[in-house]
């Protein structure tokens, strides 16, 4: 599985992106997709989720102001980001997951910097 983001740019507080991760290769194995993000001197951590039954989580931080979707026909998952906050700045990693037998197989993507100035 190939994993390709693209949408990351400098807004301003309260503006809005829309990242986009077009995914090819074996896409039909995958479970679940997703946006992580990294901060400067952070962990990773979840963004948003999407199943392949169409079911969406969200970290705390961004609920009611980043929505995930997809589109099957495509390959691609979206990840509209609106109302946005200079804590929002971070790298952004399109993520891929297949559950296997005793665990899972994460795919990454190369990120994407979305800086988001005050």
């Known amino acids: 599985v190939q994993l390709q983001a693209s949408g990351g740019g400098l807004v301003q507080a309260g503006g809005s992106l829309r990242l986009s991760c077009v995914a090819s290769?074996?896409?039909?194995?995958?479970?679940?997709m997703g946006w992580y993000r990294q901060a400067p001197g952070k962990q990773r951590e979840l963004v948003a989720a999407i199943t392949s039954g169409g079911g969406t989580n969200y970290a705390d931080s961004v609920k009611g102001r980043f929505t995930i979707s997809r589109d099957n026909a495509k390959n691609t998952v979206f990840l509209q980001m609106n109302s946005q906050k200079p804590e929002d700045t971070a790298v952004y990693y399109c993520?891929?997951?297949?559950?296997?037998?005793?665990?899972?197989?994460?795919?990454w993507g190369p990120g994407t910097l979305v800086t988001v100035s005050s």
């Open positions: 993520n891929g997951r297949r559950a296997v037998v005793g665990g899972r197989i994460d795919y």
């Open positions: 290769g074996s896409i039909f194995s995958l479970n679940a």
